[in-house]
């Protein structure tokens, strides 16, 4: 059984599990992500990893209650808790090395896998500048701890209730004119990624996405998870989750992403009920 050691709420859906999970913890890179089973009988679902802590043997994710796992997380369990298993780290982590300028963008629940690639493209010696979207002022969190590893951070929200109004690929497009960056990472729903990835395009900047598709076992068995990149069949789950965002067919992905979009409500219903 796995221990949650630390819970904490953002917003009525967000919210932080620090696991105590001593191996996940002394492997884990920017980029994985683990497996989640809250029970024997439970559905697996992936979480990319939020933080990791090799001192403390920990591992944090933040997750959004949207599906049914995910608000019996928010419901059900409280610190001191413990569930099934937390497999990983699994995944290909994202290459860090120091490129010169690198613009990370969060968006939503985004931000927390954001942070430890900003703070080791930090630690290579990269010149970071962060930008984070929000729905509104209510759900921001964590920008104090991306400001401690970053050159500039630009916050924005949709409503304009704080930061900057507006969305994320907007606050790109005028930083990617200024001509310095050399890496573009995006992580965030899947139309956030995609507009980032289009906002780059004409400025031939590289930009990394993290695709959070549908999983099931994680380890390339069940083909649930396949995306096209660059006219080639890939798995996010083991030849990602990060890929080339201009080389992304993010439209066949925006289809299959609706594919269990029945079931989840289903699921979802019966939760509630
Ligand atoms: Fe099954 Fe990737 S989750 S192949």
Known sequence: MVRILRREQFSAETFLWEVDAPDVAQAAQPGHFVMLRLDDAGER???TVADFD??????????????????????????????????GPLGLPQHIENVGHV????????????????RAFKQAGCQVTCIVGFRNAERIFWTDKLAQFSDELILCTDDGSAGRQGFVDAALRDVLEAGTANLVVAIGPMPMMHACAEASRPFGVRTMVSLNT?????????????VTVGGEVKFACVDGPDFDGHAVDFRELHARQKRFQRQEQQANDDHAH
């Open 45 to 47: 679902i992936p979480l």
């Open 54 to 87: 090799r001192e403390r043997g920990t591992v944090t994710v933040v997750v959004q209650a949207l599906g049914k796992t995910t608000r019996q997380m928010r419901d059900d369990y409280d610190e001191g808790d413990e569930f099934a298993d937390f497999a």
């Open 103 to 118: 613009v990370l963008v969060g968006g939503g629940l985004g931000i927390a896998p954001i942070f430890p690639q900003l």
């Open 214 to 226: 549908v999983m099931v076992d994680g380890t390339g068995m069940c083909g649930s998870c396949r």
